[in-house]
Nanobody
């Protein structure tokens, strides 16, 4: 079973930036990031396929950028212009399918806190 390990979360002021990283122990096709804020459902934030196609939830478009490393077993989430409503636990996700919504493999999560 492939394992995912996230890093890069932390506390930042509104308007600041953070970069999340996720390393997979094996090869995955699609990778991405979900987040879950207190008392809210987990939501898909950004998704990238092995071919480099990307999708974002509307609330982060223009502020967040997802990318993959050259080895394709790493994924990054560059988060700029952070807002307090971005505060959540961010989970790396991956799948051997073409979308991370099928047979999802989860990381343990990393906390992102944006202060106002």
């Amino acid at each position: 079973q492939v394992q995912l390990v996230e890093s890069g979360g932390g506390l930042v002021q509104a308007g600041g930036s953070l970069r999340l990283s996720c390393a997979a122990s094996g090869s995955l096709n699609a990778m991405g990031w979900y987040r879950q804020a207190p008392r809210k459902q987990r939501e898909l934030v950004a998704h990238i396929t092995s071919g480099g196609s990307t999708n974002y939830v509307d609330s982060v478009k223009g502020r967040f950028t997802i990318s993959r490393g050259n080895a394709k077993n790493t994924v990054y989430l560059q988060m700029n212009s952070l807002k307090p409503e971005d505060t959540a636990v961010y989970y790396c996700a991956g799948s051997t399918y073409g979308t991370i919504t099928i047979n999802t493999i989860w990381g343990r999560g990393t906390q992102v806190t944006v202060s106002s």
